[in-house]
Structure formats: structure tokens, C-alpha cells
């Protein structure tokens, strides 16, 4: 059996897919216990063909699902779905894996049984040229099986099982039945999400494995596309605070979920304020969700301009002075988006 | 046929803008008489390439005492000569070649004229880069950042002031060089760029009649100047790193040399594999950095060489490096295409280049068969140990398209359809 299955969805990357699974199948070995799909998302350019080599060099290793062009979720459900490691991550095809952390953690992977293995990553900021660490380790102690039950969720601070951090126990997910939406943005949310209800234990490794790579116009963090792609992130958004409300979960869990969603919401509102003219249509969207989230979930309505005081701003202008917020905007697109001062997670 | 080139750098004067010229005309079928100088005290090159000569090429020099009086001596000699020529071309480095074009073009309006942009003269990426934001000033949004008494302050103010004075004077000069480019672009009858992203910047602003006049001639290489046999490292089994040009704060090294000090520390044995050259002026950051971490061993800094000097380096290396400057401030996509990319290709070793993932420096690498990294350390590190261990090398192909016989025969017909000539 593989120890780790590791997800490359790949839409159009061609020049970015080799150093990705360079990075992956760099230590030989590792190869015996990894596994890569690389999920070529019904690319047009020369993506497949890139794969289709790494294949021929590694066929034990790396195998390739040649599908239509589903979105990121269904490239991730299609993995998923013929995963043969006991764990399972997804490495974007744009980003890479450290090459010494990355075999390095298979060690420590095997000797634990848990449900999510945390681990720390990078941010590789274009714009500066620079890369920027982030660690779990500075609060989280290492090696400690955890039970997210019963952990401090302060030490999370606001941070969460990212995508990026995390080794996810294969069976754990398929009893979750973590699916995720077909061609829709931000979906990797409900990947976070979903799953909550049947977690219980965690621990955090010390090995800085992930790159995320930032800074391409066209990523769908980046502010264009967020913009662009504001109808996915309400859906995805209503979706999460739907399973908030109907899911059982434990007292501890709801405060987790309670506290991604905060953060998912700021990421919302700040997609209308940070326009730089008004449009009408825009102003009416998030005067809708604006009253939708008072009425169905009061609690997060409140928490949210707590947290985030521009947004009571915000809501007692009625969404109407949105070029004013420009300027805020700006600063939180530098300091979080490309990382140029301290900043919450955009999530 | 015969034209008239404008052009302050040729050989003899080892520059990068002249080479340029030379392979192009040397293997065109036209005669050209270059009009250049032989003075190079501002530039940091060698007077050494004197073995550059072509019969199909005559070099005429001008008087070198500043650019305004050499490109008046230009158009001096044109006017008695003018006869003798059916086109003129002139270079963008420096922009004044351009405007002996103007001067010429205004007293002979049906002389077809070529102008060649290296690199654009206003609007310079490089150039906004280089430029160091007011540091008095105060964005609205971060004025909480800072004390009352610094805000109000009436000394903070005045440097605003005054450095904003002062920025606005170097704006002057941009709009000299914005003014001499719109000139250039409008009136000259064909336009060369080196490359697609460099028209699409310079070019993309105007009416579609001025787009059509701008054509791509990609630099070259030319086979001919290489040394017949090939060294390689010989006597060692490490692995030969070359870069050749030069090296600045802005196209800086810092990002690779980071990467090797990662090597040394998380992977010596790869780090001991290589032999890292640099030949050419390198920034004081990165030769403290080379210091500081103790990478004399393996990272070497020597001098400039002259252009055969610099081919014979490039042949004799298993890896050419390229650093390209990391422009993602201040533009998307790199509009640079490195004159020393296709001097690399032309060597037949392989290429790891150091370059924005979109641009024109990536573009030709991976169209060839290169290496190409981002300016990220991490990344840099994963190639740089494939390097070390042999697990990677280039994958040749469509070179061709970048040696000079093929570019020439392009240039060459972009002439006969300008003149008609059939």
C-alpha cells in the first residue's frame, strides 16, 4: 500500500506543471511510497503531453486521469475517488514541494495513525521575489496527537487545516463523503470544511513542505478573479453556513467552522468594498447577502464586524461609499495577498 | 541596395547593442555603412573586438564628445552623402541614433527609414524600478502608522517636498525621451522589436496603422565566431557554471546565490559538485553574500572578458546562467529578451535561466529546450541539485530560428517588400 497519494489538478499549466512534479519525485526513495494523479482537467495546451513524460519516467509512481473540464473540485474528486495512499494531499500544479522536507516527513508519516498530519509551508511571493514561512510550530506543539474535540482553538490563532498543510487520512475523507462542487472557485473551503464532522484527531510535524505560489494574474485568489468569480465564492459561502447550521458537531468543532466561516466572510465583503467604482448590480448583491446573513445566521453576523470593524462601516453606509473603502482594500491586498505586513489568511 | 545605420556602439566597441548590429548586418545581403564612434569612456566595455570585420560593412566614425554633437555630425555626413543610400536604420542605445534619424527623415522624407528599439526609451521597466519611493511621504491609509508629531511635522514635510521637486525635474527628461519614442514610432516607415512582449508594450497604445509597421527580428547568434573545439571542464568532475554580463541591484544574482548557500548547507555534497563562474561586473550585496557565507569555494567572481572571450567561456561550461531582473512590481510579463540567450544557445551548453515565468526570456528558453526558473529560492534549490547529480539537461530544438543567416534573410526581406525591390 502507498503511504501517501498526492492530487495534481492541472488546468492549463504548462509552465509550471514540470518543476510541480520535479519537486514531487525528486528523492527516489520515496517513489516506492508515494503515489501522484496528476488530473488533467481538460487542458489545451501542452500540460498532458507534460505529464504523459513523467509518467513514461515514473510509471510506479505517477498516474494520470485524462478528464473534461470539471473545475478544480472534480479534478480533486476524481483523485480521490482511485487514491491507493493511506494519505492523501493536493499539490496544485502551479506550486511545489520543498525537495529535502517533502521525502523527509514519510518517516514520521508512517508511525502516525491520525486523521490530518499538519505540516508547515511557503508562500513564494512573486511580486517580491521573496518567500515568506509560515508555521504552525510557533504554537502548536509537535508531534502531539491531538484531538480537535478538545484542542485550544486559540492556538490556532487564525489559521486552519489549509489545504496546503495538510496530509489528510484517505479512509477518513471517504467516510466524511467529502465531494466537492463541479466547476466552481473556492472550493477547497468545503474541502476544509467538510470533513470536520467525522475529525477527531491531528498532529503537527515540523517539516515545511508546500510552496504556494502567488502572485499570477489569473489565480483565482488573486483580486481580479476574485471579483470575476464573486458569484462562486456566495455559493460556496451559503453552502458552508448551511452545513454550520444543520451538522452536528461538537461544541469545539462548531467554534472552528464558526471561525473559518468569519474569516470567509470578511474575504467576501471585501471582494464589493475594494471596488473602485460602484456598480449597482455589485451594491445590490452584497445588500442581499448582507441581509440574508442577518436573518439566517445573526450569531456570525455580528462576530464578523467584531472582528473586522470596517465592515459595521461598511453596513452603515448601506454599501454605498464602496470607493471609499479602495485604499483599505489596497493595504489588505498588499499585506495579505502578497504578504507585504502581517494579515489574515485570505481564504 | 545600400543602407545607412545609426548606431553608437559597433565594433570595435565591445558592447552588447553592437554585437547585435554586427551579426544582423554581417550575414544580410545589402551593404550597410554603419555610422558609429570609437570613444567608450562612459560605458564600462573594452575597445577589443577590432578582429570584427565584414567587407559587406564600412564603419564611419563620428565625433564622440557627447551624444547631441555626434548625432549632428551623423546627419552632417549623411547630407553629403545621401545619395549613396536607398534606407536608413537606426538604433535605440542610446536614443540620440533615433534622433539623427528624425533629423535626416525631416530633410529627406522619401528615405525609408528602420528604427530599432533594444529596449523601450520611455516607460522603462527597469528604469521604474530602479526609482526609490518618497520616503517622507504619508499614504492616507497609513497615517495611523505613524506618531502625531511625525505627521505634522513641517522638516518631513519639506523633504516631501522637495523629493518630489526633484522627481518631477527626472520627469522632464522622461518626457524628452516619451516625446523622442512617439517620434521614432510614428514616423519611422518599419519598426524592430526583438521580441512579441516588447512590441506589445510599445506599440499596444496606438492605432492599428502603427502596430503594422512593427516587426519581431529576434537576436542571434552567429556560429562562426565560436572556437572550433571545445574544452568543457577538463580535469574535474564538477560541474561548470557560467554566467557572462553584467550584474546589478536590479538584475541581481541574490535569489541564486541564496539557493547555492542552501546547497552548501542542506545538500554539501551537490554543493561540492559545482564550479559556479560569474565574469562581469556583480552588485556589492551579492559579493558580501558570496563572503559572508563562505561560497569563494565554489562561487567564483571574475572579470569582465571581451565578446570571443565570453563565447569560448559559454562552450567550454556545462550550464549558462541567465539572471534577468524581477520585474513583477512594475510589469507583468518580462519585455527583455537577453542578447546573451541566443550567444547561449549558439554555444551548444545547456541554459538554466532565472527569469519571470511569463515573458521573453522565459518564452525562448523553454522554446528551446531550457531550464527555466522563477526567482524563487526553493525553486532555484530543486534545479540547482538535479545540476549537481547529472539528473537534468537541456533538450535542444528550434535554435535554428535564432541563428543570424536566418534572422538576416528575414531582415533582408523585410527590406525588399519596405523598398519593392524585386
Known amino acids: 500500500m502507498k503511504l501517501l497519494t498526492v492530487a495534481v489538478p492541472t488546468f492549463n499549466t504548462e509552465k509550471y506543471l514540470e518543476r510541480c512534479l520535479q519537486s514531487l519525485v525528486y528523492d527516489d526513495k520515496a517513489l516506492e511510497s508515494l503515489e501522484i494523479i496528476v488530473v488533467n482537467d481538460g487542458s489545451t495546451d501542452n500540460s498532458l503531453a507534460i505529464a504523459r513524460e513523467y509518467e513514461k ?161 489569473d489565480q483565482s485568489i488573486s483580486a481580479q478573479s476574485m471579483v470575476r468569480n464573486r458569484i462562486d465564492h456566495e455559493k460556496v459561502l451559503r453552502k458552508l453556513l448551511h452545513f454550520y447550521k444543520m451538522t452536528k458537531l461538537s461544541k469545539n468543532k462548531k467554534k472552528y467552522v464558526a471561525k473559518i466561516l468569519i474569516l470567509m466572510l470578511n474575504s467576501h465583503y471585501m471582494i464589493y468594498c475594494g471596488q473602485k467604482t460602484q456598480e449597482k448590480s455589485m451594491t445590490n448583491e452584497i445588500r442581499a447577502f448582507d441581509l440574508f446573513l442577518n436573518r439566517e445566521y445573526g450569531a456570525l453576523y455580528d462576530k464578523v464586524a467584531v472582528k473586522f470593524p470596517y465592515i459595521a462601516i461598511y453596513r452603515s453606509s448601506k454599501f454605498m461609499f464602496i470607493h471609499n473603502f479602495y485604499a483599505i482594500y489596497k493595504k489588505y491586498v498588499d499585506h495579505v495577498i502578497f504578504a507585504k505586513g502581517k494579515g489574515e489568511k485570505y481564504s | 541596395m545600400k543602407g545607412f545605420v545609426i548606431s553608437w556602439f559597433f565594433p570595435p566597441i565591445n558592447s552588447s ?58 546627419f552632417e555626413y549623411f547630407d553629403k552623402h545621401h545619395d549613396e543610400y536607398d534606407f536608413i536604420m537606426s538604433r535605440s542605445m542610446p536614443p540620440e541614433s533615433h534622433k539623427a534619424a528624425l533629423l535626416i527623415k525631416e530633410k ?129 568532475d564538477r560541474t561548470l557554471i557560467s554566467y557572462v554580463g553584467h550584474l546589478d541591484n536590479i538584475r541581481t544574482p541574490i535569489n541564486f546565490l541564496k539557493a547555492v548557500a542552501q546547497l552548501k548547507s542542506q545538500k554539501p555534497e551537490n554543493y561540492y559538485k559545482l564550479l559556479i563562474n560569474f565574469y562581469g561586473n556583480i552588485d556589492d550585496k551579492s559579493k558580501i553574500f558570496i563572503l559572508d557565507n563562505s561560497l569563494y569555494e565554489v562561487v567564483k567572481v571574475n572579470r569582465p572578458v571581451s565578446y570571443f572571450e565570453s563565447l569560448k567561456i559559454m562552450q567550454d561550461s556545462n550550464w549558462c546562467l541567465l539572471v534577468d531582473a524581477n520585474l513583477a512590481r512594475v510589469i507583468n510579463e518580462n519585455i527583455y529578451f537577453a542578447a546573451k540567450i541566443p550567444d547561449y544557445l549558439g554555444s551548444g551548453s545547456n541554459i538554466f535561466g532565472i527569469s519571470m515565468i511569463d515573458g521573453a526570456s522565459a518564452d525562448v528558453i523553454r522554446d528551446t529546450g531550457g531550464i527555466l526558473s522563477s526567482h524563487s529560492v526553493d525553486e532555484i534549490f530543486i534545479y540547482l541539485n538535479l545540476i549537481a547529480e547529472k539528473r537534468i539537461q537541456n533538450k535542444p530544438q528550434d535554435i535554428e530560428k535564432y541563428h543570424n543567416k536566418n534572422v538576416a534573410k528575414e531582415y533582408d526581406k523585410l527590406l525588399e517588400t519596405m523598398l519593392n525591390v524585386k
Open chain 1, 57 to 217: 519516467k515514473y510509471p510506479n509512481t505517477i498516474v494520470i486521469i485524462d478528464k473534461p473540464n470539471g473545475g478544480h473540485g472534480s479534478a480533486i474528486n476524481k483523485a480521490l475517488g482511485i487514491a491507493k495512499g493511506k494519505y492523501f494531499r493536493v499539490v496544485d500544479s502551479d506550486d511545489w514541494v520543498n525537495i529535502i522536507d517533502f521525502p523527509d516527513h514519510f518517516k514520521d508519516l508512517k508511525k502516525y495513525d491520525v486523521d490530518i498530519v499538519l505540516t508547515n509551508y511557503n508562500r513564494e511571493l512573486v511580486y517580491e521575489g521573496a518567500s515568506e514561512e509560515f508555521k504552525y510550530g510557533e504554537v502548536i506543539p509537535y508531534g502531539r496527537v491531538f484531538n480537535l474535540s478538545d484542542f485550544d482553538l486559540k492556538l490556532f490563532k487564525d489559521n486552519y487545516f489549509f489545504l496546503a498543510t495538510s496530509d489528510f487520512r484517505t479512509e477518513f475523507l471517504r467516510k466524511a463523503g467529502v465531494k466537492l462542487d463541479e466547476k466552481t472557485y473556492y472550493v477547497d473551503m468545503e474541502f476544509v470544511i467538510f470533513p470536520i464532522k467525522e475529525m477527531s484527531t491531528f498532529v503537527y510535524l515540523n517539516y515545511n513542505i508546500y510552496r504556494y505560489y502567488q502572485g499570477r494574474n
Open chain 2, 17 to 74: 547593442e553592437g554585437l547585435i548590429t554586427y551579426k544582423l548586418l554581417k550575414r544580410s545581403n545589402i551593404q550597410h555603412d554603419v555610422f558609429t564612434q570609437m570613444d567608450n569612456k562612459s560605458w564600462s566595455y573594452n575597445n577589443s573586438e577590432h578582429v570584427l570585420k565584414n567587407k559587406k560593412i564600412k564603419t564611419i566614425f563620428g565625433k564622440s564628445d557627447n551624444f547631441d554633437d555626434w548625432a549632428l555630425s551623423c
Open chain 2, 108 to 236: 529627406y522624407p522619401n528615405i525609408k527609414w528602420i528604427a530599432s528599439f533594444g529596449d523601450p526609451i520611455s516607460e522603462s521597466p527597469y528604469t521604474k524600478l530602479c526609482k526609490d519611493p518618497n520616503p517622507c511621504k504619508i499614504e492616507p491609509n497609513d497615517i495611523l502608522k505613524y506618531s502625531l508629531r511625525y505627521v505634522l511635522s513641517i522638516k518631513r514635510m519639506l523633504k516631501s517636498v522637495l523629493w518630489d521637486y526633484r522627481e518631477r525635474h527626472y520627469f522632464s527628461e522622461e518626457k524628452l525621451k516619451t516625446s523622442l519614442e512617439r517620434h521614432t514610432i510614428e514616423i519611422a516607415d518599419q519598426i524592430i522589436f526583438n521580441n512579441p512582449y516588447q512590441k506589445k508594450y510599445m506599440l499596444g497604445q496606438y492605432p492599428d496603422s502603427i502596430q503594422k509597421k512593427g516587426i519581431i527580428l529576434p537576436h542571434t547568434f552567429d556560429l562562426s565566431l565560436y572556437p572550433k573545439t571545445r574544452l568543457r571542464t577538463s580535469g574535474t
